[in-house]
Nanobody, 123 residues
């Protein structure tokens, strides 16, 4: 079992920055690819970015490339999402996810989810 707890969400003006954190506990964190998803009001949950075990491989949605950066600290069992130059359309609940297979994070239904953290970008 992997437990995921997100933090760092909040209200920010357009053009501003936030850093989300996802703390993991349970099974060996470093064995799990991780990902961030988001769900805006009225829309389906969508992938934002995924990161492989050591952080050497990352996969970003086109909408966030160049603005968001994912990283992981396996010693701290934490994955981060640095979000810069935020836009109103980035407003959503952001979820951290983990799965033994990177493929599931990118194309399937991840096994483990956090409870989500709200990010609101105002104009």
């Amino acid at each position: 079992q992997v437990r995921l707890i997100e933090s760092g969400g909040g209200l920010v003006q357009a053009g501003g920055s936030l850093r989300l954190s996802c703390a993991a506990s349970g099974r060996t964190f470093s064995s799990y690819p991780m990902a961030w998803f988001r769900q805006a009001p009225g829309l389906e949950r969508a992938s934002v970015v995924a990161i492989h075990l050591s952080g050497g491989s990352t996969h970003y949605a086109d909408s966030v490339k160049g603005r968001f950066t994912i990283s992981r600290d396996n010693a701290k069992n934490t994955v981060y999402l640095q979000m810069n130059n935020l836009r109103r359309e980035d407003t959503a609940v952001y979820y951290c996810a983990a799965d033994a297979l990177l493929w599931n994070l990118r194309h399937g239904d991840p096994e483990y989810w956090g409870q989500g953290t709200q990010v609101t970008v105002s104009s």
